[in-house]
């Protein structure tokens, strides 16, 4: 039987995919997982049972992760997951940047009350919400991941040019793009070349504040900017000059804060990118099943601190979570074959400081050798399943 905690109110579609050795509650004293959204977990005491943590979402930044990778504590998110919601609300906010709509419903509205007037009043006043088309405008992409690469599909069969940038760019992400789509060199090829600007980067030390006054200087004067991936990302204080002297037209974002809501031109969402049922549920279900896998056959997929990693059964099986450090393997491979057990398969691959084994082996694994692996300099923690 397992206990998982839930820390926000989690879609039931999601929780589904756990079956009944499955106990589910919001309230746990010794949970073996946790699944969440958007609770803060960095003032929270992580229980000694702990062992993994799923994130029905992709950003991890209310997740303590170094406090949990010191534990051997696997975090999941479920990148793609929301990636079709969260590109419908940057759609929409790419024609609302450009077409005024917001600003003219909100004065139609002052129209009230003005009764057979209202029709010529809206006739003499429309002029002052006259904006541009999107057909045939540049849109440039910064992050062509998976709503990335999404956003610059659609705009490009909307009849935009599309020129994307990212430094990470898999072989997968590739072929999710349309051959029309142009790869820039560079960040500064796209400022310098779109109408239209949309972030899809994720929030780090190299990013966050990397939208500034450098930036804004090398872009087109009158650039549209979408912000549907970290508010971090923009330097508020040079956006709001940018926005004063015309150099941004307008600038839309899913993340309000108290500098952008006193700003012109700014059309500013309340984070609503992944607030649609479906996301929800799409999220829910891919961590509940990330969660299973991981407690039931030890695999890894998704993970944000600890690698891929993913292995057939074929007997016990032990997994280690620990440092990508030399010797590890045969320390652990000693300590099975001192106790005289065969180990059948093996599989170890690493993620930057981090690393995780799997060994399958024949027989029963007796409590000394767990305790032994977990003695070896630089392991996090170990698990047993049967």
Not at 25 to 33: G, K, T, Y
Not at 342 to 371: F, P, Q, R, W
Not at 375 to 384: E, F, P
């Amino acid at each position: 039987m397992y206990n998982i905690q839930t820390l926000n109110k989690i879609s039931k579609k999601g929780l589904s995919v756990l079956d009944a050795n499955y106990v589910c509650a919001d309230e746990m004293e010794n949970p073996d997982c946790i699944i969440l959204r958007s609770f803060k977990m960095h003032d929270m005491e992580l229980p000694k049972s702990l062992r993994a943590v799923a994130r029905a979402g992709a950003g991890v930044n209310n997740i303590p992760i170094e406090k949990c990778t010191e534990k051997g504590i696997v975090v999941f998110n479920t990148p793609g997951a929301n990636a079709n919601a969260v590109k419908e609300l940057v759609l929409l906010g790419l024609l609302l940047s450009s077409r005024k709509v917001v600003a003219g419903i909100e004065w139609a509205k002052t129209l009230s009350g003005k009764g057979a007037e209202v029709g010529k009043l809206v006739e003499k006043g429309k002029s002052s919400y006259v904006g541009p088309e999107i057909k045939g405008k540049t849109l440039g992409v910064i992050g062509l991941g998976a709503i990335g690469a999404m956003v610059a599909n659609a705009a490009e069969s909307l009849g935009m040019k599309v020129i994307g940038f990212d430094p990470f760019m898999t072989v997968d992400a590739a072929w999710r793009l349309s051959s029309g789509i142009v790869h820039a060199a560079s960040m500064d090829e796209v400022f310098e070349n779109s109408d239209y600007l949309t972030l899809h980067m994720p929030a780090n030390d190299s990013t966050n504040g990397s939208i500034n006054s450098e930036a804004f200087a090398k872009m087109k004067d009158g650039v549209r900017i979408l912000n549907f991936a970290r508010g971090s990302l923009v330097n508020d204080a040079h956006l709001a000059v940018a926005l004063e002297e015309g150099k941004v037209a307008c600038y839309v974002t899913d993340f309000p804060n108290d500098a952008v809501l006193s700003m012109e031109n700014v059309i500013a969402i309340p984070h609503l990118g992944a607030s649609t049922p479906e996301s929800e549920d799409n999220c829910a279900v891919m961590a509940a099943a990330e969660l299973r896998e991981y407690l039931e056959n030890g695999n890894i997929k998704n993970s944000v601190n600890f690698p891929d990693c993913e292995m057939p059964r074929c007997g016990a099986r032990i997994t280690v979570t620990h440092k990508n450090i030399p010797n590890m393997l045969s320390n652990f491979s000693a300590i099975v074959g001192d106790k005289g057990i065969n180990i059948v398969n093996m599989l170890n691959k690493s993620k930057k400081e981090n690393a995780y084994t799997i060994m399958d082996i024949e027989g029963d694994i007796a409590d000394d050798i767990k305790a032994a692996i977990s003695a070896v300099d630089g392991v996090y923690s170990v698990r047993v399943i049967h």
